[in-house]
């Protein structure tokens, strides 16, 4: 019987719009009368996620979780300690600044593990895309000194244009990003993360401080920041505007996309029978 449905956000439970999905909705409903935990697992901090679910009926996260950053972080519904959290050392994310304010064309986003979130040399186009969803505090001038003490949990370089980043990935001096954990993300995104952080190891410990069997959980997402999770669940589902990497490693390909709301058909394939 599966317990858990872990998802990601945007582009999967989300619409292109940042939305939710009245399907969705009316499917995580019936989900919770089974008594089937819904989490969401998404790149962003605990308080962005929460913000974007704020028009979801209470009884859709009572009582659950949320995994944060990547799996970096997770936190019980209503408390803004997590109970799990990992943090990226200053000095590596000014590495990887100064890598950015060299290459000129990168932006950057900075996270705080309390939630905060800086951005840098960010295009109109990416203020446009983060408005509504996330806040972000633009920095201005070449410095991060004043958050030298401040407890970071990850960063992200922006570039709109992902076989671009992924040229990126592939060039970047090895030694910028030994030890970390890095995935792509938003057909935008080049996310760095501490060593051996990953959705799934955020749902393989969720699953633990629940005592659930992995192979009771389902994972849904929509890129290769959700593989990792998507492998790591009991079954793991994409959207239909998956990416293909992610679409080669799911178990259930749905015929709905992110704007359909594909949590019905999640409903209607595993959990409507149990």
């Given at each position: 019987m599966y317990q858990i449905v872990a998802t990601d956000?945007?582009?999967?439970?989300?619409?292109?719009?940042?939305?939710i999905p009245r399907a969705n909705v009316d499917a995580i409903?019936?989900?919770?009368?089974?008594?089937?935990l819904f989490v969401p697992a998404s790149g962003r901090a605990y308080g962005s996620i929460m913000e974007s679910l704020?028009?979801?009926?209470?009884?859709?996260?009572?009582?659950?979780?949320?995994?944060?950053?990547?799996?970096?972080?997770?936190?019980?519904v209503g408390e803004n300690e997590p109970l799990v959290s990992t943090r990226m050392a200053y000095s590596t994310i000014l590495d990887l600044f100064d890598y950015a304010v060299d290459a000129g064309e990168l932006g950057m986003h900075i996270y705080a593990v309390d939630g905060r979130v800086w951005g840098w040399n960010l295009t109109d186009s990416e203020k446009?895309?983060?408005?509504?969803h996330m806040d972000?505090?633009?920095?201005?001038?070449?410095?991060?000194?004043?958050?030298?003490?401040?407890?970071?949990?990850?960063?992200?370089?922006?570039y709109e244009n992902l076989d671009l980043l992924h040229e990126l990935s592939l060039a970047i001096d090895p030694k910028l990003i030994?030890?970390?954990?890095?995935?792509?993300?938003?057909?935008?995104?080049?996310?760095?993360?501490?060593?051996g952080v990953d959705k799934g190891r955020g749902l393989r410990t969720l699953a633990d401080l629940l005592g659930v069997d992995l192979a009771n959980t389902i994972a849904c997402g929509d890129s290769a920041n959700d593989?990792?999770?998507?492998?790591?669940?009991?079954?793991?589902?994409v959207v239909s505007n998956a990416t293909p990497?992610?679409?080669?490693?799911?178990?259930?390909?749905?015929?709905?996309s992110c704007d359909e709301g594909v949590f019905a058909e999640v409903w209607e394939q595993f959990l409507a029978w149990q």
């Open positions: 956000m945007d582009e999967t439970f989300l619409d292109f719009d940042h939305k409903l019936r989900m919770r009368e089974q008594g089937v704020a028009e979801l009926p209470a009884a859709c996260l009572d009582g659950s979780y949320v995994i944060s950053y990547n799996g970096g972080c997770i936190n019980r446009e895309y983060l408005a509504g972000i505090e633009l920095l201005e001038g070449d410095s991060i000194e004043f958050l030298r003490d401040v407890p970071l949990a990850k960063c992200l370089y922006v030994e030890g970390l954990s890095t995935t792509f993300s938003s057909g935008r995104y080049y996310e760095f993360n501490p060593a593989m990792a999770m998507i492998e790591a669940a009991g079954v793991g589902v990497d992610a679409k080669a490693i799911a178990d259930y390909c749905a015929r709905s």
